[in-house]
């Protein structure tokens, strides 16, 4: 099984070779698709010479270009891309004041993006991010308890997943009663379940006679009894002690982790006023190294208004993407049209969950929409993608959204059906690498139909559907080149190779990480691409992500991450 790392290593080794600096703003030229070929220089506008504030040469830069474009060298001046073409043709750019970086022909690829986003791991609780084992897990909580004080709840980061252990499942509310007998123990997973021993479940009263409510789940054993599992909704009578509240110096430590991977623009996908008021702080501090693009989540467009804050406001640094909804849950919560597979299935009668009715969702997305906002909607399953249809429909028929780049979320499991109302609409999808880490998992709950179809990227783009890349982390580890990998293989980490026939090209997984993410926050002519005129955010790899062995491509790291033309990490362990 291949080693998931650990979020608060990662962030305190990123923190220690990061150089944290501001970016800058620009405009530019968009892209489209194509495969890459090697050519000569790729700007033939005029350019002064000696004008360069950097040139970087003798390399193998793949620009993501309109023309899919490989080169060996560019020029960077005031933040943004001057030149790109041959070693010989940037030379005469640079004078005196220039740095001139020899790449020695190392590969050069566009900054990464991640479009969906809500943070890179870690936190307060329990890591249990490199249990491999139940018997990790339960040695973590045991010695948490060995210090808790009187009326502490344990609650562990929910930066992992069953997927990961050897058994391939959660442990029971019995087991973790056993790690720690009498103390309240609540084991976060992803965005959608708690796991609670049985002195949490007596804390809050559940039992096998609570009510389920809409949208939720309380998952019961073969004998009837409680697993400890809450699924969404269900999550509810949980009152969980509060995290730390952001400060500028933790946001800075999120950006230092994600530049250590090469990823210099994230989509947030769902946050708050507040939080959004702290990345602004930061980049007005001059201390951005990541550039933000935020969707809003549990706020109405009359609150947003009162705030002064309007749907594409912002800079190249921060800025709002829209709005985030969700119809269903996760892994184990998909809507769908057809029953999970058994024993998940439940006789036949477990179809996931509807976790907002159809007629609230129309009315919300109408009242968005008709505000000038444009929403993002959180959908699993098949019945989800459905019920998103719909509400969109019945904005549009109010006002075109056609136009204005609403999206799903996941998307995760389609019918061949639903593509015609998805290119009616214009719909953009925003697809995740799930499949990387919870394979078995997904093979147990959906059958090998279902499961190995999961994520269809390869349907998608050959509809010409707008797709763009992501790992919704903590949920999935925030390491952009197994995502890579993962797109061009459909291997995962435990569950072997999952429906071939929806792997993409080299080139199109890496367009799917940087330019058709910037296609999704309309920020296309600013970045996404190396390009004259762009902003200068780029990545020097470890290796030529065209040529190696695809199964290298999951081992590739980012050497040196640059915004704005100023480097914000460096590999200590592999300098230039």
Not at 370 to 383: E, I, M, S
């Amino acid at each position: 099984m291949k080693s998931v790392p650990s979020s608060l290593s990662l962030i305190a080794a990123a923190s220690a070779s990061a150089i944290l600096v501001a970016g800058c703003g620009g405009s530019g030229g968009s892209s489209g698709f194509g495969g890459f070929n090697a050519v000569g220089p790729t700007d033939t506008s005029p350019v002064t010479p000696a004008s360069a504030d950097a040139i970087f040469i003798n390399g193998k830069v793949v620009t993501v270009d309109n023309n899919s474009r490989v080169a060996q060298a560019f020029a960077v001046k005031d933040g943004k891309f001057l030149s790109v073409g041959s070693t010989d043709e940037i030379k005469p750019l640079a004078s005196a004041n220039t740095q001139v970086v020899d790449l020695k022909g190392r590969t050069v690829i566009p900054g990464l993006a991640d479009g969906h986003f809500h943070s890179p791991g870690g936190g307060s609780g329990i890591d249990i991010s490199q249990a491999r084992s139940l018997a990790d897990i339960f040695a973590k909580i045991s010695d948490a308890a060995k210090t808790a004080t009187p009326g502490q709840i344990l609650v562990s980061n929910s930066d992992w997943h069953e997927a990961q252990l050897k058994e391939q499942r959660t442990p029971t509310a019995s087991e973790l009663e056993a790690a720690a007998p009498g103390i309240p123990v609540v084991l976060v997973r992803g965005g959608h379940s708690y796991f609670l021993n049985k002195t949490a479940l007596a804390k809050w009263s559940i039992t096998t006679s609570s009510p389920v409510p809409a949208g939720g789940a309380i998952p019961r054993d073969a004998n009837g009894d409680l697993t400890g599992e809450l699924v969404d909704t269900a999550r509810n009578p949980v009152e969980l002690p509060p995290p730390p509240p952001e400060t500028q110096a933790s946001i800075e430590k999120q950006q230092a982790v994600l530049n250590s991977y090469g990823l210099t623009s994230v989509r947030v996908a769902g946050t708050s006023v507040a939080a959004y008021r702290q990345l602004q702080q930061v980049r007005d501090s001059g201390r951005s190294t990541v550039r933000y693009s935020v969707l809003f989540r549990g706020v109405s467009p009359d609150a947003l208004a009162s705030q002064g804050i309007k749907q594409g406001e912002g800079d190249s640094l921060v800025s709002v993407w829209g709005i985030k909804m969700a119809v269903d849950g996760g892994f184990e919560g998909a809507h769908t049209t057809q029953a999970y597979a058994e024993p998940m299935g439940q006789g036949g009668t477990y179809f996931g969950l509807a976790t907002m009715p159809q007629a609230a969702f129309n009315d919300s997305v109408i009242a968005f929409n008709n505000a000038g906002w444009r929403v993002a909607t959180h959908a699993v399953g098949d019945a989800a993608i459905d019920q998103v249809l719909e509400g969109y429909e019945k904005a549009s028929a109010a006002k075109d959204i056609r136009q204005t780049g609403w999206t799903i979320e996941h998307a995760a499991i389609m019918r061949p059906d639903q593509l015609p109302k998805l290119k009616a609409l214009n719909l953009r999808m925003s697809v995740q690498d799930h499949l990387y880490l919870v394979a078995p998992i997904l093979k147990n709950y959906l059958g090998v139909d279902r499961y190995s179809q999961y994520s269809p990227i390869r349907t998608y783009l050959d509809a010409g559907l707008l797709v763009a890349g992501g790992t919704d982390a903590p949920v999935i580890p925030i390491n952009p080149f197994w995502g890579l990998y993962h797109l061009v293989s459909r291997d995962s980490i435990s569950g072997g190779v999952a429906g071939a026939n929806q792997a993409t090209s080299r080139e199109e997984a890496l367009r799917v990480l940087t330019l058709n993410n910037a296609k999704l926050t309309d920020e296309a002519d600013i970045k996404g691409s190396i390009e004259p005129a762009k902003l200068a955010d780029f990545v020097v790899i470890s290796g030529d992500i065209m040529t190696i062995p695809t199964g290298e491509i999951e081992d590739l790291k980012a050497l040196e991450t640059y915004v704005g033309g100023k480097r914000v990490y460096q590999n200590s362990s592999t300098p230039l």
